[in-house]
């Protein structure tokens, strides 16, 4: 399986299940956010389920901490294979979101991980809202926060993974903003090609766009797996003990 996540950034199921269709759920996993969540609800997920996908749940839940387990335990009841809440919820809020997915995972449990700063936002936007220390400083409080209350992962630009890789080990990397080189960065501003960020330290790369809205998404999702394959290659080639690990 590659770190591939195609976004499913449609407005109802029938648009999303159609772009499935030209998927292959062997190569990437899909990302279902709050629009189609909204939308299509969860017989949309068991739709995708049954097509042999693993699902990315993306509904940043943000709330009172047992607002936020009940939502978690929910969404973990329904089978994906990751969800998120916002580190910014607060270290009660994070641990609730834990204790929630536990409960009612079964024999498995899906990856629980924290969005930090989204890739919308920049310094300026962050000293807007009060946060005066920058992205950087920022993403890696949050970072920190999410790992001290036991999550799996965190939602970063590929631009913090090194870092986060170096101060938080343990934590996956999930990297939205991915754009091929040629790929306008439309309203994300911290955005980077897919082998930069494998280099650079992401697990897994979250890519919508340049796929879903590419006038032949099938062959956009070849280039792009095109492209990671070529830099992972790189990367063991490079690092050859890492072959067998």
Not at 108 to 115: E, H, M, Q, S, W
Not at 141 to 170: H, I, M, Q, T
Request: aromatic share 2%; net charge negative.
């Amino acid at each position: 399986m590659t770190p591939l996540i195609v976004a499913l950034d449609c407005a109802d199921a029938r648009t999303a299940l159609e772009l499935a269709a030209g998927l292959d759920p062997r190569r990437c996993r899909v990302k279902v956010g709050k629009e189609l969540f909204t939308s299509a609800g969860p017989a949309l997920l068991e739709d995708l389920r049954e097509r042999g996908f693993e699902i990315f749940l993306d509904l940043k839940f943000h709330d009172i901490p047992q607002t936020v387990a009940k939502a978690c335990a929910a969404a973990t009841r329904l089978g994906v294979w990751m969800l998120n809440v916002h580190a910014s919820g607060g270290l009660a809020m994070l641990q609730a979101a834990r204790e929630g997915v536990e409960d009612a995972a079964g024999p498995t449990r899906p990856k629980l991980i924290a969005v930090t700063v989204l890739t919308s936002l920049d310094d300026g936007a962050l000293a807007e809202l009060g946060c005066r220390d920058g992205v950087d400083a920022q993403v890696e409080r949050l970072a920190s926060l999410a790992a001290k209350a036991g999550l799996d992962g965190v939602v970063c630009s590929a631009r913090e993974a090194a870092r986060l890789k170096g101060l938080e080990p343990g934590l996956l990397r999930v990297t939205p903003g991915i754009r091929p080189a040629q790929a306008a960065g439309d309203d994300q501003k911290r955005v980077m090609t897919p082998a930069r960020a494998l280099a650079a330290g992401a697990d897994y790369l979250v890519v919508g766009r340049p796929i879903t809205a590419a006038a032949d998404p099938a062959q956009a999702l070849a280039a792009l797996l095109a492209e990671i394959e070529g830099a992972t290659a790189t990367h063991f080639h490079d690092h050859p003990s890492e072959e067998s690990a």
